[in-house]
C-alpha cells in the first residue's frame, strides 16, 4: 500500500477545515440527501462526504459504509484531496497504490472508487464526495459531470453552515442578522431547487425521469383529467449493447430520446422510465388521437435517419374513471409485453 502524501498547504488546509467546526458533529438531512443522490446516479451501493482531518478521514454523510471514521493512511479520499480533478480507481487490485490496502482486502472490499474533491473558497480540498462499489466498475461523462456537480453542491452546504453558525453569534444585531440570513435563505433555496430539477431529470437524456413522470400522472389524475398512458421499450436494445458496446447504447438512448420529444411537441410529457423504457403522458387526448399518436411516433422512430436504425414498440391504456396511477401504469406495461410478443414495432392497445 502507498501511504499518500500530505499537500504542501497542510496547515493551511487544516485550519480551513476546522474553521468549519463540522468534525464529529451529528448527521444532517442536506449532506445524506446529497449522498444518496450520488449512489443513485453513479448507480453503485456505497457513498460519502469524506473530510480529511490530520490522521483520519471523517463521514459527514455515508451510505453502506460502516463507521464514522477510518485511518488516513489507508483513505483512498486522502489521495483524491491531492488533484482539483475527479480521481478515478476502476479496479482497486490492478493499482499499485491500493491492492493491498485493508479496505481492498478486507470490509468494505472497495474495487472501484471516484472521489471528486470539496474545495473551498481558498482552493483548500477539504475533503470528497465519493462512490465506491466492490466490483470493478467505470462511470459515464454525465456522471462524471454529475460527480463534480454534487461536490459544488456538498462545497456549497459546508459554506452556507459556517455562514449560518456565524450569524448566530451576531443575535444581538437582530437587523443585520435577520438580513444576511434572509439572503442565505434565498441561497439555500436556489439549491434546493437545483437538486430538485437533478433528482427529477434522466442525466444521460435530459428527459423527465420515472420519478417526475408519476409525479405527473398523479397530479393530472388528481385534477380529474381523462389520461392515456403510453410505454415505449426500443426493440432488441440488449443486442444493441452486447455487440456495439455500452456506449453505442448510450448513443441511441440519446437519439430516441431526442426523436420523442420531437414528435411529441410539448404535447404531454415524455420521460425516461428506466433502461431502455420510455413513457409518454397524454393528458386530455381522446383515445384516437393517443393511437394516431403513438402509431406516428412508431413509425417515425423506424424510418428516422440514425447511425444504428432501431424501431420500438408501445403499450397505450386509455384511463378510466376512478383508476389509480400504478393501475394505468400496469395496463399500459401489460400492453406493451402484448406488442413485443406479437411481433414488435407495434402499437397495441390494453383492453
Not at 439549491?191 to 427529477?200: F, P, V, Y
Amino acid at each position: 500500500m502507498i501511504k499518500p502524501d500530505r499537500p504542501s498547504t497542510e496547515d493551511a488546509r487544516l485550519a480551513a477545515l476546522r474553521s468549519y467546526a463540522i468534525l464529529d458533529t451529528a448527521p444532517e438531512d442536506a449532506f445524506d440527501d446529497l449522498v444518496r443522490i450520488a449512489s443513485a446516479i453513479c448507480g453503485v451501493p456505497m457513498a460519502s462526504v469524506s473530510l480529511i482531518d490530520q490522521d483520519r478521514q471523517w463521514f459527514k454523510a455515508r451510505l453502506g459504509i460502516e463507521g464514522d471514521e477510518s485511518d488516513r493512511d489507508s483513505a483512498f479520499c486522502a489521495h483524491a484531496i491531492l488533484s482539483p480533478e475527479v480521481m478515478v480507481v476502476p479496479d482497486a487490485l490492478q493499482d499499485v497504490r491500493f491492492h493491498d490496502n485493508p479496505l481492498v482486502q478486507g470490509n468494505p472490499n472497495i474495487r472501484f472508487y471516484a472521489g471528486a474533491p470539496l474545495v473551498d473558497a481558498d482552493g483548500h480540498a477539504l475533503g470528497t464526495l465519493c462512490v465506491l462499489d466492490n466490483r470493478p466498475n467505470v462511470l459515464g461523462d454525465h456522471q462524471l459531470e454529475a460527480l463534480r456537480a454534487l461536490s459544488r453542491q456538498v462545497s456549497k452546504l459546508l459554506e452556507l453552515r459556517r455562514v449560518s453558525r456565524a450569524l448566530n453569534v451576531q443575535l444581538e444585531d437582530r437587523a443585520w442578522y435577520e438580513s444576511q440570513l434572509h439572503a442565505y435563505q434565498e441561497h439555500l433555496e436556489s439549491l434546493n431547487a437545483d437538486l430538485a430539477e437533478q433528482t427529477r431529470t434522466d442525466p444521460l437524456t435530459g428527459l423527465p425521469n420515472r420519478r417526475a413522470f408519476a409525479a405527473a400522472l398523479e397530479d393530472a389524475l388528481g385534477r380529474g383529467k381523462a389520461c392515456s398512458v403510453a410505454m415505449l421499450d426500443i426493440d432488441h436494445f440488449k443486442t444493441v449493447n452486447d455487440t456495439h458496446g455500452h456506449a453505442v447504447g448510450d448513443q441511441v438512448l440519446v437519439q430516441v430520446a431526442n426523436l420523442l420529444r420531437a414528435v411529441a411537441g410539448g404535447h404531454g410529457m415524455i420521460a425516461r422510465h428506466g433502461g431502455e423504457e420510455f413513457a409518454w403522458l397524454l393528458p386530455d387526448a381522446t383515445p384516437g388521437q393517443a393511437e394516431l399518436s403513438c402509431g406516428h411516433l412508431c413509425q417515425t422512430v423506424r424510418l428516422a435517419s440514425m447511425a444504428l436504425p432501431v424501431t420500438i414498440s408501445i403499450g397505450l391504456a386509455h384511463g378510466r374513471p376512478g383508476e389509480d396511477g400504478a393501475a394505468l401504469l400496469a395496463r399500459a406495461d401489460s400492453a406493451l409485453y402484448s406488442a413485443k410478443r406479437n411481433g414488435r414495432d407495434r402499437v397495441d392497445v390494453a383492453a
